[in-house]
């Protein structure tokens, strides 16, 4: 699961780059969101300082 979400993030992260926040973009990022929470898994690309995430 944890490589899955990295994947889906990494692909939401490039189309932001190329489109900008649209719907589609915000969709997938909330559907995101919402299985790292249900699974409790922390984006490693968020953290500040070892298992602190902002």
Request: hydrophobic fraction near 30%; charged fraction near 45%.
């Amino acid at each position: 699961m944890k490589e899955h979400l990295a994947r889906k993030q990494q692909e939401v992260d490039e189309l932001y780059e190329k489109e900008g926040l649209t719907d589609e973009v915000l969709d997938k990022q909330i559907a995101i969101n919402k299985l790292r929470h249900a699974h409790d898994i922390t984006d490693e690309s968020e953290k500040i300082h070892e298992d602190y995430v902002q």
